[in-house]
């Protein structure tokens, strides 16, 4: 239980998705054979971090706050959280004015406009009441394209293996969020927005997470990568499923979301191969 206290606020400080994204972007990097400079890493880990604050901030503006956890959370906290995006963003752009990398401040510019007028237009059809059907597909694809920013900012020559990463990335983001959904819709924790996962019924819903899940896994042979990492990126899809199953266990003390986020940093383990 004390684990369970203290990886709760490793959750509610977004930190299981930054080391989620950075470790993704390690693996990329070894798909890709693109050696990333560590300040890649640092800069991604911010961006990270701003996105998801700024994201749990601004739900706190929506006609109907959330009640989750971690949207209380940062309503309590909100004066930390806009300083601390403040103080992240200054020293990403110290980083940025000291490396200067203009490629990737390029492609880092253009993903930056795509995030704000997602959220802009979350909070606006928020209000509106009406349904963002587009919710999910459009922050999987940003969450590929953050990650992958070091390859389509430079390179005009991709690889079958970097699509197949960014294919897989997709699939995986995108089903982490259709769970949450499910599980949270179920629980009546949603926000006042409806997304893809209100339109679907009970049986396309599982139709469609079978299909998503078979298929990410049959891709992953494709990646090029040491048969034991194989084995465990073709189950990573299969235990997201996990609270599915097990819906009371994991609907206490918001397990699911726990699990669902902290499967995305698995990949650190190849790390020790």
């Known amino acids: 239980m004390r684990f369970l206290k203290i990886y709760r606020y490793f959750s509610f400080f977004n930190l299981d998705i930054v080391f989620g994204a950075l470790a993704f972007a390690w693996l990329g990097a070894q798909v890709s054979n693109i050696e990333l400079p560590s300040y890649h890493y640092s800069l991604l880990a911010m961006a990270v971090w701003s996105i998801y604050t700024l994201d749990r901030l601004m739900d706190n503006y929506l006609p109907n706050t959330p009640e989750t956890t971690r949207h209380a959370f940062w309503k309590r906290h909100a004066r930390w959280g806009w300083a601390g995006i403040v103080l992240v963003c200054i020293a990403a752009l110290a980083i940025l004015f000291y490396f200067k990398p203009l490629h990737l401040l390029k492609g880092g510019l253009m993903l930056a406009v ?46 079958i293996e970097m699509y197949v990463f960014c294919l897989y990335l ?18 009546g924790l949603t926000l006042s927005e409806k997304s893809l996962v209100d339109l679907l019924s009970e049986k396309s819903f599982n139709i469609l997470i079978t299909i998503i899940v078979a298929f990410s896994a049959i891709v992953v ?27 009371k266990l994991f609907l206490y003390e918001n397990l699911y979301r726990y699990w669902v986020d902290g499967l995305l940093i698995l990949p650190l383990i190849f790390l020790l191969f």
């Open 221 to 247: 042979p494709f990646l090029s990568l040491p048969y034991s990492w194989d084995i465990l990126l073709a189950a990573l899809p299969w235990l997201i499923l996990f609270p599915l199953f097990l819906t």
């Open 114 to 159: 795509c995030v704000g007028i997602y959220l802009l237009s979350k909070q606006y059809q928020s209000k509106a009441k009406q349904i963002c059907w587009w919710k999910e597909v459009v922050i999987a694809l940003s969450y590929v394209l953050g990650i992958t920013i070091a390859w389509w900012s430079v390179s005009n020559i991709w690889s």
């Open 170 to 187: 997709f699939l995986l983001a995108f089903l982490n969020l259709m769970v949450i959904g499910r599980l949270e819709k179920e629980e």
